[in-house]
Nanobody, 124 residues
Framework: QVHLVESGGGLVQAGGSLRLSCAAS????????MGWFRQAPGKEREFVGV????????YYADSVKGRFTISRDNAKNTVYLQMNSLTPEDTAVYYC?????????????????WGQGTQVTVSS
């Protein structure tokens, strides 16, 4: 069984930074990709980015490319989302997701396990 817990969300001014963490339980973390998604009020959940099982490959949505960075520490069963140059459009609940394989795409069907989410609010 996999359990994911996000942390690090909060209120930040536009232009600021936040780092989200996602701690995973279970024995599969180091062998699977991990994704980040977000859902803004009144909008569908959208893909933010994904990191491969080893951390050697990442892929980001165009909306966050160059501003957000995903990293992972397999020894700590933790994945991170560093968010810089935040704008009010980044306001959303952010979710980490555990993929079923070593690599995954933006398709949320490839992620069988999800965290409960953490709120990020960016003020203008």
């Amino acid at each position: 069984q996999v359990h994911l817990v996000e942390s690090g969300g909060g209120l930040v001014q536009a232009g600021g930074s936040l780092r989200l963490s996602c701690a995973a339980s279970g024995r599969t973390f180091s062998s699977v990709a991990m994704g980040w998604f977000r859902q803004a009020p009144g909008k569908e959940r959208e893909f933010v980015g994904v990191i491969s099982w080893s951390g050697g490959n990442t892929y980001y949505a165009d909306s966050v490319k160059g501003r957000f960075t995903i990293s992972r520490d397999n020894a700590k069963n933790t994945v991170y989302l560093q968010m810089n140059s935040l704008t009010p459009e980044d306001t959303a609940v952010y979710y980490c997701a555990h993929a079923a394989a070593g690599w995954a795409t933006r398709d949320d069907a490839e992620y069988p396990y999800w965290g409960q989410g953490t709120q990020v609010t960016v003020s203008s």
